[in-house]
């Protein structure tokens, strides 16, 4: 007669529990989560009653798109690829002769100076969302391209590579290199103040 063969050996499964959390921490650590790049803007603060500056029609330049993705700029068509040399000539159109930095046309109909100068935006609720990003690439590359030029005369680089500098983490880790840019990047800002605003979309 054979040996009864016996109960099957039990699988210690104490260390399992061990096991699975030393895994999760290990994935907790090494994963990296995909963060998506917005559109960066400071909202102003709720008023109940905000003042409303006076602003000149001239010193606004209306840009609208519509449903059918149609670029608009003060009621006349224009191509996207136009847009951003249009809002150059804009915000340096230096109507009143102040500004001593622009390259302006001085056109009587166009705005008075960068200080002065508005650029409003209004898209359709039926409008693209490539079309809206397109459009609002444009208008901020029209902003960096008069900071870059003018931080450039004035610093020897311009105001992109300052500005990436200058919000390095790294770069505080250099004695006194933030508090040196630190006042010319508000210069340039000021120069040249981003003054983009966004009107709600049309339904």
């Known amino acids: 007669m054979g040996k009864k ?6 699988v210690n499964a104490g260390s399992m529990a061990d096991i ?36 000149n029609e001239r010193n606004i330049l209306t840009v609208l798109v519509n449903k059918d993705n149609q670029l608009l700029v003060e009621e006349k068509l224009v191509d996207l690829k136009d847009l951003r040399q249009t809002a150059i000539d804009f915000l340096e159109n230096n109507g009143k002769g102040a500004c001593t930095y622009c390259n302006g046309k001085r056109d009587p109909n166009s705005s008075d100076g960068p200080d002065d100068a508005v650029i409003s935006l209004n898209n ?10 397109a459009v609002q690439n444009e208008l901020v590359a029209a902003y960096n391209f008069l900071r ?6 004035r610093y020897g680089m311009t ?5 990436y500098i200058y919000n390095d983490p790294a770069s505080k ?14 210069k340039i800002q000021e120069l040249f103040p981003m003054r983009l605003s966004e009107a709600e979309p049309k339904k």
């Open 124 to 133: 359709d609720g039926q409008t693209t969302y490539e079309t809206y990003i």
């Open 5 to 10: 063969r016996g109960a099957p050996p039990e």
């Open 159 to 163: 105001f992109t590579e300052m500005e």
């Open 20 to 55: 699975a959390f030393l895994l999760l921490i290990f994935f907790l650590v090494t994963t990296t989560i995909g963060v998506d790049q917005g559109i960066n803007r400071l909202l102003p603060r709720y008023e109940e009653n905000p003042p409303v500056p006076p602003i």
């Open 173 to 186: 880790a250099t004695e006194g290199l933030v508090e040196d840019l630190e006042p010319k990047v508000k």
């Open 148 to 153: 870059d030029r003018e931080c450039k005369m």
